[in-house]
């Protein structure tokens, strides 16, 4: 008998392996990222600091009106305005969805296992966003520009995304604004011209978001794991929409205002500028990639996509 014990001892041992959760294991990863790397925008960022008047909100070359000859006729101080108000419109709807992404992850954690790495890291990204909007506050705030807000059909329609969006579609979702503004923000934080807050506030901003943008990656490759493709189409065009709808929210037209620019010629200008066009390709190629491997970049999709520049 004690042989036939010690024959199946081995047997029992190799056969009995302990399940890996993928989102579990890289919200571990996370959190130890975030234990170790992460800022506090209130004693890392210099608010007191005066605002210099020669330098630009963001990289000129990610100004909506670089490369046409409405830039060209602008004068220094308009070129500095714009771009100052650019990157807090930018920021502001950054705000705006920062506050969608919260609610959306914070219902999708209720009541689950506290217990696990996914539901700390997750309240830990609610917390970081939390953070970040009150940086961009702040930072738009010391550069004397206002609020900037969607138009009252895109502000309804992120209510009903945040209210409904679920699983891959919540997740995509929240990329579709993280890459985009990830590949810009890489830009203005190793800009010599742009405003020192600029480059401060963009550079928390890009090293605390790409632990949220693997967060959310993983989030819907799970999600998406054995769906059916009518729902995998589905959830296709809905994330399509909210990329219509945060893309084209980005640039308030009021900026143009700002800098003393007719808003009717400069958004025109805005909209055919092709260089603008390439520059948007360049921020959503990340996120292009990701949506096709994934499935998620149906033909209905990429014509969204391509009326974006994002393809």
Same mark, same amino acid.
């Given at each position: 008998m004690s042989s036939t014990v010690t024959e199946i001892r081995p047997q029992s041992s190799s056969t009995v392996a302990p399940t890996v959760d993928p989102i579990d294991e890289t919200s571990q990863r996370l959190l130890?990222?975030?234990?170790t790397l992460?800022?506090?925008?209130?004693?890392?960022?210099?608010?007191?600091?005066?605002?210099?008047?020669?330098?630009?909100?963001?990289?000129p070359e990610w100004s909506t009106l670089y490369g046409t000859s409405l830039w060209d006729e602008m004068t220094e101080a308009q070129k500095v305005t714009l771009t100052k108000h650019e990157v807090c419109s930018v920021m502001s709807t950054g705000i705006w969805f920062e506050m969608i992404l919260q609610q959306m992850v914070l219902r999708d954690q209720y009541v689950r296992n506290h217990g696990k790495a996914e539901f700390q890291f997750a309240l830990t990204e609610i917390a970081d966003?939390?953070?970040?909007?009150?940086?961009?506050?702040?930072?738009?705030?010391?550069?004397?520009?206002?609020?900037?807000?969607?138009?009252?059909?895109?502000?309804?329609?992120?209510?009903?995304? !945040?209210?409904?969006?679920?699983?891959?579609?919540?997740?995509a979702g929240i990329l579709v604004a993280e890459e985009v503004l990830?590949?810009?923000?890489?830009?203005?934080?190793?800009?010599?011209n742009v405003q020192?807050?600029?480059?401060?506030?963009?550079?928390?901003?890009?090293?605390?978001?790409?632990?949220?943008?693997?967060?959310?990656?993983?989030?819907?490759r799970d999600a998406l794991a054995g769906?059916? !493709?009518?729902?995998?189409?589905?959830?296709?065009?809905?994330?399509?929409i909210a990329a219509h709808v945060i893309v084209s929210n980005m640039?308030?037209?009021?900026?143009?205002?700002?800098?003393?620019?007719?808003?009717?010629?400069?958004?025109?200008?805005? !909209?055919a500028n092709p260089?603008?066009?390439?520059?948007?390709?360049?921020s959503s190629r990340h996120l292009m990639d990701f949506l096709g491997e994934m499935g998620l970049l149906t033909r209905p999709a990429k014509v969204v996509y391509r009326r974006l520049s994002m393809l």
């Open positions: 130890a990222s975030a234990s992460s800022y506090d925008p209130m004693t890392e960022v210099d608010w007191d600091a005066p605002v210099p008047d020669d330098k630009y909100g963001l990289n966003e939390c953070r970040h909007s009150i940086m961009f506050a702040r930072a738009c705030t010391a550069m004397g520009v206002p609020a900037y807000f969607p138009n009252k059909l895109s502000v309804e329609l992120g209510r009903g995304f !945040k209210a409904l969006a679920r699983s891959e579609a919540a997740y990830d590949v810009m923000q890489r830009d203005w934080m190793r800009g010599e020192p807050i600029v480059r401060a506030t963009s550079k928390i901003h890009v090293v605390e978001e790409s632990r949220h943008m693997k967060f959310a990656r993983q989030e819907v769906v059916s !493709k009518a729902r995998r189409n589905a959830s296709a065009m809905l994330i399509a640039v308030n037209p009021a900026v143009y205002a700002a800098a003393g620019l007719d808003t009717e010629q400069a958004l025109a200008a805005a !909209k260089h603008r066009q390439a520059m948007m390709r360049t």
